[in-house]
């Protein structure tokens, strides 16, 4: 079975840090681009940030760039999101992605075919 496992989520006052991980089972990602994404209560899903398979490239929407980075392990078959100077508009669920027939970081341009459950990220202002 097919699974990815974010965890690392929480809650943080405003400026602080978390790194979320996401841990895939069941079969190796490592060809496959995977990132992150979040929902706000009342707003729909969005990118955040993505890496392509050998880690090379990556992709990291406009209001999170300088902040957070995105990396993997493949060895590990983890990807993580260190998001640093944290906001209290970025408290969403984060969800872990994979997309096993795209290559590139823009995982908002492909479909990605794998999920997690998600992670609850909380920021006080």
């Known amino acids: 079975q097919v699974q990815l496992v974010e965890s690392g989520g929480g809650l943080v006052q405003a400026g602080g840090s978390l790194r979320l991980s996401c841990a895939a089972s069941?079969?190796?990602?490592?060809?496959?681009?995977m990132g992150w994404f979040r929902q706000a209560p009342g707003k729909e899903r969005e990118f955040v940030a993505g890496?392509?398979?050998?880690?090379?490239?990556?992709y990291h929407k406009d209001s999170v760039k300088g902040r957070f980075t995105i990396s993997r392990d493949n060895a590990k078959n983890t990807v993580y999101l260190q998001m640093n100077s944290l906001k209290s508009e970025d408290t969403a669920v984060y969800y872990c992605?994979?997309?096993?027939?795209?290559?590139?970081?823009?995982?908002?341009?492909?479909?990605?075919?794998?999920w997690g459950q998600g992670t609850q990220v909380t920021v006080s202002s």
């Open positions: 069941g079969r190796t990602f490592s060809r496959a681009a």
């Open positions: 890496v392509t398979g050998s880690g090379g490239l990556t």
């Open positions: 992605a994979a997309d096993t027939y795209g290559t590139g970081a823009r995982m908002d341009l492909g479909r990605p075919d794998y």
